[in-house]
């Protein structure tokens, strides 16, 4: 099954941000046995007075693989972010089996990106999809980016990718068909001046090198 699992509020102004740490997460739910990361999303979140951030306000998710379940999953992440949140982190961590993933959550999430939102509006909406949330430290506010987070990324139009399989080591110009081998990305659009995505063809090239944070992989 597909799993995700989104955290958010782990750092301080000192330490390394959620994107690091997000990353970390994945590669040590694969040494556990508990699945097979596919990538890494961040996703922007509303900057607002009323909202406590250290830098971005921008939440993350890690789509992976697994036969062990969210439940074990979600075990091992809260582990996971109990030993290795920044001190004054409100960390929160919401795992969910993709199928699971309700419209509300969703919508919890474009929310997220226009409106400031509470812990029990968070809760509500995930205790209704039957979706697990939880803090782990702090105020626990990380509990409202994480489970936007997971919405976001089901919704399959938001943020952009932190990581995927062997995109780090390409440099250079690639034909799409290169990328979607290494990569294991199903398909890549292009979005028109009309809004419109249209399927690339494998043949095209992406230039530049694709680890500049110049280029944008858009999950979809």
Known sequence: ???YVGIDD???LQSRGTGHLVRTLAEELRAAGLGTPLSVTRHQLLVHPDIPYTSHNSSACVTM?????PEAVAAAAGRFLRERAASGSDPGLCVAEAGKVAEAV???GQSAKARVLTTDEAHRTAGEAGLH??????????VIGALAAVGLR???GDGRFLWLRGIREM???????????QS????????????KPALVTPSMSASGSVRSSSTVWRPC
């Open 154 to 156: 089901h919704s399959g």
């Open 65 to 69: 693989r697994s036969e062990a379940g």
């Open 133 to 142: 949330l939880s803090g782990h430290g702090g105020t626990n506010g990380g």
């Open 10 to 12: 782990t750092d301080n």
């Open 171 to 181: 440099t250079g110009v690639h034909t799409t068909a290169e990328i979607l081998a």
């Open 106 to 108: 969703v919508r919890f």
């Open 184 to 195: 294991g990305v199903e398909r890549f659009l292009n979005v028109g001046e009309d809004g």
């Open 1 to 3: 099954m597909t799993i």
